[in-house]
Every structure is written in C-alpha cells, then in structure tokens.
C-alpha cells in the first residue's frame, strides 16, 4: 500500500482525529479543574476500572505500564478513598480494584463534563452527519477490537507513568579505582 491509498489516508486521519480528541479531553479535564487532584492517569484507572477492567495485571496492559506503575497509583486512589482491593471471588489469593462512591462519583462527573462538551458541538450536525458518524464509530470500534486482540502485553519494565520518579541508581566508582577508607 502506497500513502495515497485511501485505507492508509483513512488510518492516518482516524490516528490524529484520536490523538486530537485525547489532547483535548486531557487539556479540558486540566483547565475546567475537573479532577480535583486526581492525575489524568488516575482518572483514566478509575474510567477503566468502572468500565469493568478489575484486575491490577489488566490495568497495567490497559494504561501500557508495569504492574509497579498499577500498584503506586492504586495505593494513591485508595488513600484518597476512590479504590478498594477486594479478594476476587473465584479466586481469594487476587485481588480485584472497586470503585467507592466517590470514585464512581468523580469519574462520572468528569466523563459527563467531557462527554456534554463533545456532544455540544455536534449540535449543528445534520441527522444524515450524525448517522455517518455512528457507523465510522462502529468501524472504529470493530478495528480497535480486533487490534487490541492480537496486540501483544508490553514488556516487563515497559512504559512507564510520568507520574513515578525511577529508583535512584547507586553510583558505581569506576573499575579500577579505589575508595579512600
């Protein structure tokens, strides 16, 4: 396939209509103070975990970060009292993530604000425009499922979260020099 085939111009241009969309959903949750001190991180954990996604390994593949990421920001969400850890019931020896009431809370409010923000502006949409986009979406959907199945895990030790400073690395004196006791 060449750039001017139109399947390649169509993925190029779903590619940045998603990336535009994220920008600005992060950038209006930011401004409009929606999160209150949530991360947009935590936030997208709480859409997640809401969304059904209760296990702190599928997080971790979800958000594209190690399971040592997953950990630090759920210790974060329960202190603050959005989370809760409870033994999986087919299997006590997991865990699994629930949302309180205030995580279900704050991440309603967050996904209704954005949400009447983006609906507001396909007001102006025709009835024949609207439609269009529904089956685009639906496309979207039927494409992204099928990638997100055959995509495999990240790497132990993959991405990481802005969010986590890296262990301090001890300084190691070079071979062959001595330390003065």
Known sequence: MTRSDPLIQHAERALQVMSRLHRWAAASVQANQLSGELSLRQ?????????????PGLLARRLLVTPAVITGLLDRLERQGYVRREPEPDDRRRLRMVLTEAGLEVSQQVQQAVTGDLAAQFASASPTELKELGRALDLMERALGALEQRTPSPPEGGLEDEEVRPARRKRVPPAGSRQKK
């Open 43 to 55: 936030l997208t954990m709480l859409y997640a975990i809401r969304q059904g996604i209760s296990s």
